[in-house]
C-alpha cells in the first residue's frame, strides 16, 4: 500500500487547468476530516466567477451552539446566518439580509 500524503507533502502547481486533480478536505462540526479527489472545473461547476476576491461554500451547515467542538477558521451558512469559528470552540455568527 502507498504511503499517506499530507497536504504538505504535495508539490505546489504553477498552473492548473479545468482538468487538473484536486483535493478536497471537508471538515464536520467535530474537525473530522473526509476527502474527495475532484477536478479543478468539478469544484468550480456551480461557481459563475472565481477570483482573489471569492470564496465559495457549496454546503450548508447549522452550528448547535456558539461553543461547538470546532477547529479555528471554519466556515458555514444557513438561510438566516454566516457562521465563522474565530477559535477552537468559539463560533460566531452574522444575520443575512437582502440588499
Known amino acids: 500500500m502507498a504511503d ?3 497536504p504538505d507533502d504535495f508539490t505546489q502547481a ?3 487547468s479545468a482538468d487538473s486533480v484536486v483535493l478536497v478536505v471537508n471538515y ?3 474537525g473530522n476530516p473526509t476527502t474527495c479527489a ?10 459563475n466567477s472565481v477570483s482573489a476576491n471569492t470564496i465559495a461554500i457549496f454546503s ?11 477547529s ?4 458555514w451558512f444557513d438561510a438566516n446566518y454566516l457562521y465563522v469559528s474565530v477559535a477552537n470552540n468559539a ?3 452574522v ?5
Do not use: M, Q
Not at 475532484?38 to 461557481?47: E, K, M, Q, Y
Not at 450548508?60 to 470546532?70: G, H, K, Y
Open 4 to 6: 499517506k500524503k499530507f
Open 14 to 16: 504553477n498552473t492548473v
Open 28 to 30: 464536520d462540526l467535530a
Open 38 to 47: 475532484t477536478t479543478v472545473g468539478g469544484v468550480f461547476a456551480n461557481v
Open 60 to 70: 450548508s451547515l447549522t452550528p448547535n451552539t456558539s461553543s461547538d467542538a470546532v
Open 72 to 75: 479555528g477558521g471554519l466556515v
Open 91 to 93: 463560533i460566531k455568527r
Open 95 to 99: 444575520a443575512l439580509e437582502s440588499f
